[in-house]
C-alpha cells in the first residue's frame, strides 16, 4: 500500500509535537529557565519537522522490510 504525501506531513506533526514537549521539559530542567526551553524547542521544531518529513519520503521508497499486497480474489 501506498502511502500519501499528507499521511508523512500529518506523522511528522504529530511526531514532532510529541519531540518538541520532550526537548521543551528537557531544556527546562538543564537550564532552569523557561525562555532559554521556549527558545530551544522553537528552534527544534521547525528543524526537526522538516527533517523527519524528508526522512519519512526517503523512506517510503526503499523496498526494504515491504511486502507485496496480494490481489484481491474476487468470486462473482
Known amino acids: 500500500m501506498k502511502e500519501k504525501n499528507y499521511r508523512s506531513l500529518l506523522k511528522s506533526i504529530s511526531w514532532r509535537v510529541t ?3 520532550d526537548t ?3 531544556s ?3 537550564t532552569g529557565h523557561v525562555k532559554t ?3 530551544i524547542s522553537g528552534v527544534e521544531i521547525v528543524t526537526k519537522l ?3 518529513y ?4 526517503v523512506w517510503n521508497k526503499i523496498k526494504i522490510g515491504k511486502v507485496a499486497e496480494a490481489p484481491a480474489d ?3
Open 19 to 21: 519531540g518538541t514537549i
Open 24 to 26: 521543551f521539559v528537557i
Open 28 to 30: 527546562y530542567l538543564i
Open 37 to 39: 526551553a521556549i527558545s
Open 50 to 52: 522538516a527533517l523527519y
Open 54 to 57: 524528508f526522512h519519512e519520503r
Open 74 to 76: 474476487y468470486q462473482i
